[in-house]
Each structure stands twice: as C-alpha cells, then as structure tokens.
C-alpha cells in the first residue's frame, strides 16, 4: 500500500512538471498551450535523437535538450504567440493545437508510429532499499528530480525579484505595468521557460517510458485535468494537483481497476463542482 | 482514299475482336470494367502504421506483379490496379471508405483492415454490396461468428489462435498460475476472456485479471501488485498492444519481475515491438505469430525482396496481405472472373501453400483461413546474428490445433 502510494506520486512527478510549465504559460499570457504535450514528446524524441546520432548519454541530454527546445519555445513566442495573445483566447487555442499536431506528424513521417529503443542509464539501473520496501532507482530518481525541480520553480517565483515580477504581471498585469514594469519584457523567456519544462519531463520519461509520437497527446488530457483541479494559472496548485492525480490513479489502478480510466475526470468534475475555480486558483484567473 | 477507309474498318473490326475474344482463361469480357482493383484499407497514420500500414500496400503490389510473371500472356488480365485508404481505426471512416472504394473506384476487393470494430463495418458493407472482403489486421473471432458473412473471409490470425498456443503451451510447460493485464477495450476484452479459457484448458489458473487503462503509460500498480498476489502467479500475461506494451515491458523489467519469479508472456507481440524494445528487454518471452521472416528458405528469399522494396523486414502483417493479395488473384484466375461470387466459390474450401500460409485450407463454413502457428521465443541480444533476427522458432503449430476446431454455430453465410 506505502509502496503503491510512492508509485502514484512518481506518476504524479510527470503531471507535476507538465502542469507547472502549463500553469506558468497561462498565468503569464493567458495561453492554453496545447502543444505542451507535444513538447513533453520532443523532449524525449531530442535525448533519442542525441543518443542515436550524437552518441550523447542520457545526462547530457537531460542538461541538454530542455534549454535548446525552450529556445524553440522562444522562437516560437516571438513570431507567432505574441501577434494572436492581443486577439481571441480561441486563436492561440487554434495555433497550438494545430502546431502540435504539425509537430506530431512530423516526428511520425521520420520515425514512424513505433516506440524507439532508450536504455536506462547504467547508473540508475538497480534498486534502492527505501527502509520500507526497495524500487527501482530510477523511478526514484524521476520522484526526487521532479520534485526538486518543482521547488526550485517555487522558490525563485517566491524568493526572488524576478518570481515576484512574475507573480505581480500573472495577477494584476495592468496595475504591474502601471507601477513602471516591463511585462512583456517577461512574457517570452517565461514561455520558453514553460516549454523547457515540458522538455525536461520528456527526457525523464525516455528511459521508462515508450518514445513514439503520440506518447504527449495520450498524456496531454490528464495533465489538463490535473492543471482544472489546480485552479488554473495556479503554480502551487498544479504541482500539488499533479502529485495528487498520480496518487489517486495509483490507489484507483489498485481497488478499482475498471475505473481508473475516468477516475481523473469524475476527480475533475467533484472539484469543479465543489470550487469552480480550482483547488488553489482565483476567480480571476477566468475573467 | 477507299483504300485508306478499308484499313480503317479493319483497325476498327481488329481492335473489336481482341476486346471480345480476350484473354486466355474465360475471356476478358468477365472482368468487370477491364481491370481487376485490390484496395487496402488500413491504418497509415496511427498506432498501426507500422505494423501494416503504407507497408501492407507495397506487399500488395509485390504480390500482383508476382502474379502477372507467374501467368504472363495467360493471365485473367494484365490491367491489375491497387488503391490504398487511411481509416484511420475508426468504425464509420472505414465503413464510408468502403463504400467509395468499393463504388466509386470500382474495387473487387478491400484487404487488411486492423481494429475489429472497423473490420466489422468493412463486412456489413461487404455483404450489402456483395463485394470480397478478406481481413488480415484484425483479430475478433467474431469475423468468423456472429459477423460472418458470405462476402467476408478472415485471413492470418485471430484471438483464439493467439490466446491457445500461447496461452496452452506456456500453461503446459510449467506456467501454472497467471495474472493477467489487459486495455480495456473490445480487443483486451476479448483476448482476456480466450486466454483465459485456454489457459484453463490446459491446467492452469487464472489467480486475477485486471484492466488497464487505454491509452496508459504508467503500469507500476499492476506490476508492484503482481508479486504480491496469493496465490503467486508465474506468469504475468499483458494482452496490451503498440505504446502500452513498451510501456508496460519497460516498467517490469525496472521492477525485475522475472528476477521475483513472475514470467513473462505477451498475447500479440510483432516483431516491430521487439524492434522497439530491443530484444534484451524481451529475451524469453513466448508469444504466438502467424508467420516469421526468417521461418525457412522461402520466407526469407520473400523477406529478402520485400526489404529490397520497403527498407524493413516484414512484420506477419505485411506477409499475410501479400499472400491474400496472391490467393484473391489466383481466385479469379481459376474461375476465370471477378465476380464476386464466382470468386467466393473459388475460395471456398480451397487448399494451397504459399510464402505466408502453410498447410492451408480457407474453411467453407465461416470463411476462416487455417494455417500453420508458430510459437516463438524472443532471444537475449547476444544471440541476435543480424538485424531483426529476433526470434527462435520453439514449435509449429498444426493447422488443425491453431484454429478453433469447430465453425461457431452462429456464423450462416
């Protein structure tokens, strides 16, 4: 049972970094990003692709891959994002959901549909006695990285002059820049920052998980289910709802097997329900 | 200027005749709009894109120019078109599909067709139509029961013969107790319920079954849960197909199940698969083919042709369309027609040996094509001579003992 509860949180570890990234780009331009899924895919296709024809090892892209597609990320905020934020909500919805799928294909036409191989980094092969039960290093590994990460996330949006530029243009971005901000200034390195994270989850989930095209669109869904029990925009929400979401569909996997499949969403609709803007978002977030 | 009108009249009485007097074999005149039309309806762009698929297509047309250079002047026709679709797995794009195919581009026959929900909709629309329909990609035996029709015929595999070969023999070798994993959807369903039987059959228990979701990238419950279950089973027995089966081998060789006693067996493993995970992360494991690349002499000079073409070894897949490509034609040679119902009359009950199917028979009954099965193994990397060389032949299953010995009575053609 301890065993099956540490299980769901490595699962949650995923979520948490994809919601976070998520939660970040929406609360700083108001974008649902639906590409982030395919972010999280090229993530792992980048460390395959090192791996494959760089002879780069599992560490190199893990440093590697996240801030060159974050980059992209960049790029991407420059030339389009930027020039349909100003417009509908509906119009970056569009975008990103058609670049995903673009992405998607692209990937597909090179590889084709079938999983490609990534071993395990040597390293992290064996086991580690947790004192209650052993497992296996690597999911470990994933748990204490993804947390880490998540923490650092917290303490620069909390600590630090930037978190708080940040925070002030995610909440109040008019009175922000009334106080002689330069918001936009932090719109583009944010987005980048949100699409290295979604890199980032993807070359952990190399090594466990099946590298093919469609791995981010499968997993996409939960991960907005996971950023709508949050509260929307929310940075402390989404990470807490992702290591939630992965707790519960592991107790769900274990009682209720034939359930598991809408338990995230039956989740989704109690909270919704019970607090319309999320466990930890604000009404504002959807005006 | 009469002299130039005469030859006209006689081009013209010429071109008359060799239209009438047509080919050897029946006469062109029985080949409806002159041309024979194979269609391929599959998936080209999802989870089965690789294990058929564009591929699939390219087999189809290796087995038409077969043909043609097999039978040359004598063949039915040499005008012999293939037309390929995307459905994309879903039901109602497959069956609008079908009917454009069949309609509007003059198709004899639709081929492959993976996903049964889809590969039902192709055979209602067969049997309204009255046009062939042979399936190779999907595996419900309810293609040869309750969906069965004259029209439809089930070519290379089926649940029943996955689930009692490998089910049977890993049962009977010492795989006493399983737990079993599968999506949860219409195929997991239905592999979960054969495999069960069979494995019942043979001796052995089923101590759990549990589904999965679909799609899932995370099986850590199911596999932690494994070792732990009373009685203690020996086998885990994953019915997951395409992503969720990497998924789910990759996660329990990090939890080394095989190390705590808990065996692998994998209900439709494709080679493709095995490409994907590296043999290493498979070595062992058993699991049940219609067909191998590197069978014997045969399958490997057709291996070697078709690699020169496509780029990969070919998955059983790409091999039974080929071969029901090859058949369909020989079909229509024998009878001398396309007509639909003259080639089910040349199908029906025939006998034959080609590249893909050994010891064959297409039942009369409910339209199943019985063949050889081959239980595989999946060898560690170090025993691996060349690329895609990743399986060792155990054991061929008869023809008679692969398929269900009996039609389902509720199939009537």
Redesign the interface.
Known sequence: ML??AF??L??GAFYALLALGLAVIFGMLGVVNLSHGAFYMLGAFGAFIALDSFGLNFWLSLVLVPPLLGLAGVVLERLFVRRLTPLDPLYNFLFTFGLALILQ?LV?RQY??????Y??PSQLDG?VDLGLFTY?A??VFVLGVSALTCLAVWLVLTRSRVGMIVRAATERPELTRALGIDVGRWVTPVFGFGIALAAFAGVL?A????V?P??GS??IITVFAVVVIGGLGSVFGSVAAGFAVGLV??LG??YI??L??TLVFILMAAVLLWRPAGLFGREEAFR | MRNMRWSGGLAVAGLLLAGCGGGPGGGGGKISNDKIVLAVLNDQSGIYADTSGRRSVEAVKMAVADFKAKYGDKAVTDKIEVLSADHQNKPEIANSKAQELYDRQHADVILDVPTSSAAFAVATTAKNKKKVFIDVGAASTELEGKQCNKYTFHYGYNSYMLAHSTGAEVTKDGGKSWYIVYPDYAFGQDMQKTFSTAIKEAGGTVVKTDPTPFPNDNFSTFLLKAPGLNPKPKVLGTMHAGGDLVNLVKQYNEYKLRDKGVDLAVGLLVISDIHSLGPDALAGTRYTDMWYWNLDGTARTWADKFQAKAGVRPTSNMAGNYSAALQYLEAVQRGGSDKSDEVVKQLEGHKFDDVFARHATIRAKDHLLLHDAYLGQVKPASEVKEPWDYVKVLKTIPAAEAFQPQPDPSCSL
Do not use: F, H
């Open positions: 065993q099956q299980n769901g490595v699962g294909d597909k084709g549909v079938n999983s490609q191989q071993p395990r086991t296996p690597y999911q989930a090594p466990m998980r099946a093919n469609l791995m499968d997993l569909s592991a996997n274990l097997p034939s598991s499949q």
